[in-house]
């Protein structure tokens, strides 16, 4: 057996034992402290320190956590410029992360029209129009989320109205499931887009009988349209990423793992966090990027740069598709496809290289892998680059995890790999996928305790915005594993559901060890930086159906207040 078997089971152990700064950090008798910056009294605070799980109060000085124990010891603490916040028997949580998620992506999203919800086509182009008002002429307005099937009928509709209602913007509405265009006749005049335009393959131009384009491109006909709009300007995507930064705060993330950046995205969030506009916790896996990755193994692994706001020492891959639309590589076809089995997007020789390269530079490895196919040629690879070069403590990462042979999931805590799993995704899929893999397969899928079992720690994460951002979302599928309206009964496949306590570790000491963090947060331990929640319900109490309807207060960065709910 390799010896970064060992090391790796050694290291999860002390995770989950020890914390690193508490015994120089507590007071002590006879050693006169500065007073706390702030105290936090009167809480019911889960601390996700397995020392010390549950506390009334703890104090914060220079960014850090100092102290955590009784309300009293607290308040010996406090100075004359000592901020003291009373939670009023309110629950306190660390801040939380999500493990795997899109930072650019979610400010695109943010930048866009919504429309998921709209009940009419009047609706749509009024939000459209409300977005016209505050655009300059010529620029292009982009929405998604409309569903002609909750209009009361389901024909699509032409573009004659929103043409009317939006004369001088080109307009691109992207359909809820994202396979159809609703476009105006200024869209389609910058398309060059005419009755002589050929539908492209894999893609369908709706017609009128004269054969004039309608408005609705189908597929990849929407690409016709797509590629005219420009990307957002590097000052647009500035002011984005700051509004998906408040989105995050108000949800309660102070962090997140940005699965596949670029090295222009990776820059900018660090022109912004030196100019002190990020406030967020940004662990980035660079895009597997020929050019990128040289340049960032040449540079080496680094972490907590700008006061704790930027890492940069993951590279993210890809083995294979997603499972709605079968490209999940299997070991077996599909159930509902027999002549499928789904395919691998990266060559396995590509991942045990780049895994190879990047144990040489001291970067974690973390590759997609949904199919159970497309996981065992992940574990495959990286067992090979390890043999090679057996290394402690390299925490390489298998990101979703989602469909695993039962012969694989030891496999994980064998070879110290991290499964990085979102939690959302079970309760998205469990209504289709069924068919898709038939009763047998569904035992290794999303086998979150079966993983847990065997040792590994499982980051939780969202996805966002392939999903949605609130990391509660997940935390109450990981706990029930059934979705907002209690279905199904009893959950689906309830033995591979997490105790509370895991899934609160799962969204914030576990993505912080998943992210080489857990010195530095991941729980309200003294020597961490002093990030956390305060929610308005106990979400480690309260029944599990109610925990979606949790409303977070405030949110705490390093001890300074970064979100304050309205009401
Ligand atoms: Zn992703």
Not at 21 to 48: C, E, F, K, W
Not at 362 to 374: E, L, S, W
């Amino acid at each position: 057996m390799p010896t970064f078997t060992v090391s790796c089971s050694v290291l999860v152990a002390l995770l989950l034992t020890s914390a690193p700064h508490a015994a120089a950090a507590q007071p002590s008798a006879g050693m006169p402290q500065p007073p706390a910056d702030l105290i936090v009294t009167n809480g019911r605070i889960y601390t996700a320190d397995p020392a010390r799980p549950l506390v009334d109060a703890f104090a914060v000085r220079g960014g850090r956590v100092v102290f955590t124990g009784s309300a009293r010891e607290a308040k010996a603490l406090a100075g004359p410029a000592t901020t003291v916040v009373d939670a009023n028997g309110r629950t306190v949580i660390p801040g939380m992360v999500d493990g795997h998620a899109h930072f650019s992506g979610l400010a695109q999203k943010l930048r866009s029209v919504d429309l998921v919800g709209t009940r009419s086509l009047d609706e749509v182009i009024a939000r459209v129009v409300e977005r016209a008002r505050r655009t300059p002429k010529g620029a292009w307005i982009v929405g998604r989320g409309w569903d002609q099937n909750a209009w009361g009928h389901t024909a699509f509709p032409t573009h004659e109205a929103l043409s009317a209602a939006t004369p001088d913007h080109p307009v691109l509405l992207e359909r809820v499931d994202g396979h159809a265009a609703y476009v105006n006749a200024a869209a389609m005049q910058r398309a060059g887009l005419t009755a002589a335009t050929k539908d492209p393959s894999g893609g369908r131009i709706v017609r009128d009988t004269k054969g004039n384009p309608t408005g609705v491109l189908i597929d990849r006909a929407s690409s016709l349209v797509e590629r005219q709009v420009p990307p957002l300007s590097r000052q647009e995507m500035r002011a984005a990423l700051r509004d998906a930064v408040a989105r995050m705060h108000s949800l309660g993330l102070v962090g997140m793992h940005d699965a596949g950046a670029s090295r222009e995205q990776i820059e900018l969030f660090a022109d912004m966090a030196q100019q002190g506009e990020l406030n967020l916790r940004v662990y980035v896996m660079i895009a597997d990027d020929a050019t990128a990755l040289d340049h960032y193994f040449q540079m080496g692994p680094r972490s907590a740069l700008y006061d704790g706001q930027l890492w940069v020492r993951a590279v993210k891959l890809y083995a294979d598709g997603a499972m709605g639309s079968r490209g999940a590589a299997l070991l077996e076809p599909y159930s509902d496809d027999p002549n499928n089995s789904g395919l691998l997007l990266s060559a396995p020789a590509h991942i045990e290289d780049v895994a190879r390269r990047g144990l040489a530079a001291g970067f974690q490895v973390n590759t997609h892998a949904i199919g159970d196919r497309g996981n065992r040629v992940v574990l495959d690879a990286y067992e090979k680059a390890l043999d090679a070069r057996p290394t402690a403590n390299h925490r390489f990462r298998v990101e979703h995890a989602q469909i695993l042979h039962q012969d694989d999931i030891p496999r994980f805590a064998q070879l110290g790999v991290i499964p990085s799993m979102q939690a959302s995704h079970q309760t998205s899929d469990m209504y289709w996928i069924g068919k898709r893999l038939g009763p047998t397969r569904l035992y290794g899928a999303y086998a979150w305790q079966s993983l847990l079992q065997t040792g590994v720690v499982i980051p939780n994460g969202s996805d966002f915005p392939v999903e949605e951002v609130n990391p509660l979302i997940s935390f109450h599928a990981s706990i029930a594993r059934q979705d907002a309206r209690d279905w199904p009964a009893g959950g689906w496949y309830p033995e591979q559901r997490m105790s509370r306590e895991d899934a609160l570790r799962s969204m914030t000491l576990w993505p912080a060890y998943a992210g080489f963090q857990e010195q530095l947060m991941g729980s309200i331990t003294p020597g961490k930086y002093a990030d956390f929640v305060v929610l308005d319900q106990d979400i480690m109490r309260i029944p599990a159906d109610l925990v979606l309807r949790t409303r977070v207060l405030s949110t705490w960065l390093a001890g300074r207040l970064v979100y304050k709910t309205p009401h």
